[in-house]
Every structure is written in structure tokens, then in C-alpha cells.
């Protein structure tokens, strides 16, 4: 099961760090090995996502500014964090918090990432 995470909506912040293509691949490597090892609630479709998802880098989706492997796009927030989106009207999104530790990227641990939907003023 995915732990528990932050509340945040959709928008999210611009990543600062450039990423090679290389550390994107580092980075692919490091989601799979780990939700291999700890088996979250569907993770057989996050590593086929992932082993399937093209790498793009920042100034490949000028329109979103992130770097992503696939549907998974590299935040940054509270750190580094790789983040499933989707195209559904999905108000949970699974994530993976990231860091460098002696020079190779890893996953430090996950989190689901809940966006609250404000009704509109009158609407209550």
C-alpha cells in the first residue's frame, strides 16, 4: 500500500534541476527497483509505465517544463519527486520522492498526492 502524502493541487512547481537523459534513465531505474521490491497496490502497472514511458527532457515539453519518463513527470516541491499524472479526473496521484546519494539518483520513498476540488462559491 502507498503511504499517505501531501495535499497539493495540479499545478506543479517548476523543476530547477536539469536532468539529463542519462540521469533520467537513472531515475527509471530507481522507480522500478523499487516498487520490484516493496510491491505497492498496483505497482505491475507503474513498472510497465514506466519500463514503456518515453524520457523528455525539460526543454522537450516546453509546455509542461518538467522533465517526465511517460506520465510520470519530475516535480519539485518539498525535494525532487517523480509524479504519476493522468488524463482521468483523478484526484490521487501516486509519487516517488527522490535524491542524490553518492552521486546516483534513488527513491527515498512514496507517497499519494491527494488534490482537493473546491466547490464553486453557491454551489454548496
Request: charged share 30%; proline share 6%; aromatic share 8%.
Amino acid at each position: 500500500m502507498l503511504a499517505s502524502g501531501c495535499t497539493a493541487s495540479r499545478e506543479a512547481a517548476p523543476v530547477e534541476v536539469e536532468l539529463t537523459r542519462e540521469e533520467l534513465q537513472e531515475i527509471r531505474a530507481a522507480a522500478i527497483r523499487y516498487y520490484q521490491e516493496k510491491k505497492p497496490e498496483m505497482w505491475e502497472v507503474f513498472v510497465e509505465e514506466l519500463q514503456r514511458g518515453a524520457l523528455f527532457l525539460k526543454k522537450d515539453l516546453p509546455e509542461i517544463g518538467q522533465p517526465a519518463i511517460g506520465i510520470w513527470r519530475i516535480e519539485q516541491d518539498h525535494g525532487i519527486a517523480l509524479v504519476r499524472w493522468s488524463i482521468d479526473s483523478m484526484a490521487l496521484y501516486p509519487g516517488l520522492q527522490l535524491a542524490r546519494q553518492e552521486g546516483r539518483w534513488t527513491v527515498t520513498g512514496d507517497f499519494i498526492r491527494e488534490e482537493l476540488f473546491s466547490p464553486e462559491p453557491g454551489q454548496l
